[in-house]
């Protein structure tokens, strides 16, 4: 997962992409840590492009996207977000939601 350093360049990403999963971090998150390689497996897995945004690091996406917790996971379809958890991920929802994107 690459890590985006912007606003601009989260916003260049999403566009430049039918589907594309963001990955929401904070510094200092035991949980983030523990559930990033899942996420990244997965993206890797169904070849999604994937991006990572250290909330802590880019507070204007933080306002932009009304992030008030990590993780986050989103997926974007066609530039548009069409699935977000929060917190506690449950990676079967997940999966099923970039299986339910990959077959449109």
Known sequence: MK???TFDE?????????????YVSSENCSV??????IV????????IPAYEIVANQVPEAVG??????????M????????????RI???DELQYR???INNL
């Not at 989260?10 to 963001?22: G, M, P, Q, R, V």
């Not at 983030?32 to 390689?37: I, M």
């Not at 932009?64 to 996971?73: A, D, E, I």
């Open 3 to 5: 890590i985006i350093n």
């Open 10 to 22: 989260l916003n260049e990403k999403i566009n430049a992409h039918t589907f594309t999963l963001i």
């Open 32 to 37: 983030c840590k523990a559930d990033h390689p």
């Open 40 to 47: 990244q497996k997965m993206a890797e897995n169904y070849q």
């Open 64 to 73: 932009q996207l009304n992030l008030f917790t990590s993780p986050v996971v």
């Open 75 to 86: 997926l974007f379809y066609n530039q548009k977000e069409v699935h977000r958890q929060a």
């Open 89 to 91: 991920i449950d990676f």
């Open 98 to 100: 970039i299986e339910q």
